[in-house]
């Protein structure tokens, strides 16, 4: 069965990093799409990054560019989500995300519905 568990969420202040990771396991890791969304209360769903399976193109909402990084380890079936220069505007519950490559239509890595597995979220609270 597939799983996805995400761990290094905590509090930290402005400005400072984290770095989220997801590890994957129950199947061949290689061959998905990973994202990462967040979801912060009261609000909806939000798209962060995303990183194809062989990890040769990303993808980052706006708000994100220039201090959010995805990586992936195919050997270690692990996504991170390196956050640099934290917000309090960051704040949320953050998700990874994986898409099969049977999963039909057309990619759009901003869209939570093109993604098939979920894990249970780690929470990041950044403090002013």
């Known amino acids: 069965q597939v799983q996805l568990v995400e761990s290094g969420g905590g509090l930290v202040q402005a400005g400072g990093s984290l770095r989220l990771s997801c590890a994957a396991s129950?199947?061949?890791?290689?061959?998905?799409?990973m994202g990462w969304f967040r979801q912060a209360p009261g609000k909806e769903r939000e798209f962060v990054a995303a990183?194809?399976?062989?990890?040769?193109?990303?993808y980052y909402a706006d708000s994100m560019k220039g201090r959010f990084i995805i990586s992936r380890d195919n050997a270690k079936n692990t996504v991170y989500l390196q956050m640099n220069s934290l917000k309090p505007e960051d704040t949320a519950v953050y998700y990874c995300?994986?898409?099969?490559?049977?999963?039909?239509?057309?990619?759009?890595?901003?869209?939570?519905?093109?993604?098939?597995?979920w894990g249970q979220g780690t929470q990041v609270t950044v403090s002013s």
């Open positions: 995300a994986e898409r099969s490559p049977y999963h039909s239509g057309s990619y759009y890595p901003g869209r939570a519905n093109g993604y098939d597995y």
């Open positions: 129950g199947r061949t890791f290689s061959y998905y799409a």
């Open positions: 990183i194809t399976w062989s990890g040769g193109m990303t």
